[in-house]
């Protein structure tokens, strides 16, 4: 008996939806948010966090996270 299980699609940085790196677009498309609603909210908690850490932190997950086939 052959069951083919629906394999989970892991975090991969976007190819077609992408300002930047595709970095937030990817995040979007994995858990089915809107991209744009999803942009503005990163770059409000970044700047209110002094910007710095919100950098930090894409350029981080622009070097781990790889790029998807979508």
């Known amino acids: 008996m052959s069951q083919t299980a629906a394999k989970p ?3 991969t940085r976007s190819i077609h939806d992408r300002v930047l790196a ?4 990817g995040i979007a498309h ?4 809107s ?3 999803l942009r503005i909210l990163y770059v409000v908690v970044s ?3 002094a910007a ?3 950098i930090l932190v894409y350029l ?7 790029e998807g086939n979508d």
Request: proline share 11%; charged share 5%; no cysteine.
């Open 22 to 25: 595709g970095v937030v677009g």
């Open 52 to 54: 710095f850490p919100g």
């Open 35 to 37: 991209p744009t609603l």
């Open 47 to 49: 700047v209110l966090s």
């Open 60 to 66: 981080v997950l622009w070097l781990l996270v790889p």
């Open 9 to 11: 699609s892991g975090l």
């Open 30 to 33: 994995r858990f089915g948010w």
